[in-house]
């Protein structure tokens, strides 16, 4: 695993390169770090991501074929205490074995000496400090005190200890990827997602969750992940396609839906905005799969609602209201659209939608229903009780209708 050194007046500042996927165990390391730090009285290590997500390939098995794998660069900060202007930087112990990233040859060499005190004795630790104007010094134990205002430099060896173990376990297999970093291509995902959601419809994962159910991201993960389920969607898909007569895949949609979650990076929408980054990003791993997914739907709800809204504006450009308010008149060329029935505290009512003249939206709101069928043409005698509008379409309410 890659590392960087970074020099500066600090314990260690290194950076590494780790799968996306050990972000959280890097944090919860850093938090077990940091409350040993709080009880001995020292700063507390900083791990920060320091990149956006990146891919490498990698051979992880005999395969012929790498493995991409997302990957993020972190930063690895220990910083040093400080007293007016003084900064601890590691110890020499007595076998001059050096715990610190910045102490020279020449200072090892000088293990048991004291630039504070100037007496040379046999000493289990002796210490090093820089000034941020550049000197440095030596220091014993007992002196060490002065320039950090009283901390036991006893606890900096044990945090010092603490810190290097932390930094060194970058390197340990605990690092390596779970697998839940691979990535796939969003664009073959999404064809999958298309496929799946033609079978066995569309499901989020609080539906299923709430149904134990399937999410169709889990259906599309599994089928990623095995070969042999995926040649047992193959067939189902097959029947689906033949008895709805559809085609093998839709990329012009898929491609659609990408370039329209790329239009929702930055958005203060949360949502938007990493379906967004994904979309950028032209790749998914397993934890963002369920989101990823989700593009798809989303997109499709978008068309939807367009149409919807499209077919709206025609209608309020084409509708007009009919008859004369308060006018019992006769009405021909009028369709049946709809019927639904109304429950309240005063019974039940019956809500007749009617299409007059193919543009021209009417309203009924009776007591029972018209002995008529969804779809069928008649005339109807009824009174015009007003002109209104209904999601800015012209609509005229109407009562005592009567079929003739």
């Known amino acids: 695993m890659e590392d960087r050194y970074v020099v500066d007046e600090a314990y260690i500042a290194r950076e590494y390169e780790i799968p996306t996927s050990r972000v959280g165990l890097m944090e919860d390391k850093l938090a077990k770090l940091n409350r040993k730090a709080d009880k001995l009285g020292c700063p507390r290590g900083i791990a920060e991501v320091i990149s956006e997500p990146f891919i490498k390939e990698l051979y992880l098995d005999e395969s012929l ?192 839906a990408i370039e329209w979650a790329k239009a929702g990076k930055d958005s203060d929408n949360n949502y938007l905005n990493n379906i967004g980054i994904i979309a950028e990003n032209g790749y998914i791993t397993k934890r963002s799969m369920g989101m990823a997914v989700s593009i798809l739907s989303s997109y499709e709800r978008e068309i939807e609602k367009r149409i919807r809204e499209e077919a709206r504006r025609k209608a309020s450009e084409e509708s007009s209201h009919v008859g004369e308010v308060g006018k019992r008149e006769v009405f021909d060329n009028v369709q049946l659209t709809g019927v639904q029935h109304l429950e309240s505290q005063f019974g039940t009512s019956v809500l007749h939608r009617f299409l007059m003249d193919d543009t021209n939206q009417v309203v009924w709101f009776g007591s029972k229903e018209l002995d008529v069928e969804v779809g069928d043409m008649f005339s109807i005698k009824a009174t015009v009780k007003k002109h209104g509008e209904f999601n800015t379409v012209p609509q005229t309410t109407v009562n005592r209708v009567v079929k003739v």
């Not at 959601?197 to 169709?216: C, F, L």
């Open 65 to 256: 074929r790498p493995t991409k794998i997302e990957y993020v660069r972190v930063s690895v900060t220990g910083e040093a205490p400080k007293l007016a202007g003084w900064s601890f930087l590691g110890y020499i112990d007595k076998d001059k074995l050096v715990y610190g990233e910045h102490i020279t040859d020449e200072e090892r060499e000088r293990q048991g000496e004291c630039d504070y005190c100037n007496q040379s004795r046999p000493r289990t630790h002796t210490y090093v400090v820089s000034h941020e104007g550049g000197e440095r010094k030596v220091v014993g134990s007992t002196c060490m005190k002065d320039f950090l205002g009283g901390l036991d430099p006893k606890s900096m060896v044990s945090w010092l200890t603490i810190f290097r173990t932390f930094v060194a376990s970058f390197t340990d297999e605990e690092y390596r990827d779970d697998g839940s970093s691979e990535v796939s291509d969003l664009s073959e995902a999404l064809s999958l997602a298309w496929k799946v959601i033609r079978v066995h419809g569309w499901m989020s994962g609080s539906e299923a969750w709430n149904s134990q159910g399937v999410s169709t991201s889990q259906r599309v993960r599994s089928l990623t992940d095995s070969s042999l389920a995926l040649m047992g969607f193959e067939a189902e898909w097959n029947v689906t396609k033949d008895a709805n007569n559809l085609p093998d895949s839709d990329p012009q949609l898929v491609a659609d």
